[in-house]
C-alpha cells in the first residue's frame, strides 16, 4: 500500500534507527531519493507522515553520535553493493514479510479512496441502466469537443435529450406526444421520424453520406470524427430544442 515515496523514506528511517548507535561516530547516510532529503529540507506540520518520523528519527539519534549527514546520491548503477540492495527490494516485494510496520496516514487514504471508488464503478457496472461505450475512446485530459456540444452528443448517445416524453414523464410537460405527429415524441422520434425535422434530417444524411439513419449506428460515431460529430450537432442544435 504504501507508495515509492514512503518505502524510500522507510529505508532511511530504518538506517538512522538501527545502524546510529554509537556517539563517538559520524554518520552519512546516502539516499538516492531525492524527493524525500527535499521534504526534511523544509519540515513543517503538513509534511508527509514518513518525513516527520525521519525528523524525529533525527532529533533522537543525535545524542547518539558525534555528527549525521544525509547526502542525495545520483541513482546508482553498477556498484555492487547497490545493485545488492536493489535485488534485495525486488525480492521483498513478493515475499509476505513485514520488513517495516509502517503504513503513512497519506497512503492509506489513497487507497480506501481508490477502493471506494471500484467499488461505485462495480455497482454502477451491474445495474441495469449500465451500458459499455466500449466503441468511444477513453476519456482523454484535454477535451474533444467544447462541454456543452460533449453534453448534447452524450445525451444522444443514451437517449436522454429533453424530448417531450422525458419532460412528460417528470412532470414538465403536460403530455408526452408530439404536437405535430400525435405520437410519442422521444429521442428515437427526433432523430428519425419527426416530420418538423425532415429537411434537417436530409441536410444530416447528406453529410454523414448515409442513405437512411440509424440510431445506434450513430450513437457509435467516434468523438474523435469530426466533421460527423459536427453534423450531428448541427441537426440537433438547428432544432432549437436544446
Ligand atoms: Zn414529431
Redesign the pocket.
Known amino acids: 500500500m504504501n507508495s515509492v515515496f514512503t518505502a524510500e523514506g522507510c529505508a532511511i528511517l530504518i538506517a538512522i534507527e538501527r545502524f546510529i548507535q554509537e556517539a563517538d561516530k559520524s554518520y552519512i547516510l546516502c539516499s538516492d531519493s531525492l524527493s524525500v532529503l527535499k521534504s526534511l529540507e523544509s519540515l513543517h506540520r503538513k509534511s508527509p507522515t514518513i518525513s516527520l518520523q525521519i525528523g524525529s528519527a533525527v532529533i533522537r539519534a543525535i545524542p547518539r553520535s558525534t555528527a549525521i549527514k544525509l547526502v542525495w546520491v545520483p541513482a546508482h548503477v553498477g556498484i555492487t553493493i547497490n545493485e545488492q540492495a536493489d535485488e534485495a527490494a525486488k525480492a521483498a516485494r513478493i515475499s509476505d514479510v513485514n520488513i517495516y510496520p509502517c503504513i503513512s496516514t497519506e497512503d492509506i487514504r489513497k487507497v480506501i479512496f481508490r477502493v471506494q471508488a471500484d467499488q461505485g464503478r462495480i455497482q454502477w457496472e451491474s445495474t441495469k441502466y449500465f451500458r459499455s461505450f466500449t466503441h468511444l475512446p477513453k476519456t482523454t485530459k484535454t477535451p474533444l469537443l467544447p462541454r456543452r456540444k460533449e453534453i448534447l452528443l452524450t445525451r444522444l448517445r443514451t437517449r436522454s435529450l429533453p424530448t417531450k416524453a422525458i419532460l412528460f414523464k417528470v412532470g414538465l410537460e403536460s403530455s408526452p406526444l408530439?404536437r405535430?405527429?400525435g405520437?410519442v415524441?422521444s429521442n428515437d422520434?427526433l432523430l428519425l421520424?419527426?416530420?418538423?425535422f425532415e429537411q434537417l434530417r436530409n441536410n444530416l444524411r447528406a453529410s454523414l453520406g448515409i442513405g437512411a439513419l440509424h440510431y445506434n449506428w450513430i450513437c457509435t460515431i467516434s468523438t474523435f470524427n469530426r466533421r460527423a460529430c459536427s453534423a450531428v450537432l448541427h441537426f440537433l442544435q438547428s432544432t432549437n430544442l436544446f
Open positions: 408530439c405535430q405527429c405520437i415524441d422520434h421520424s419527426c416530420t418538423v
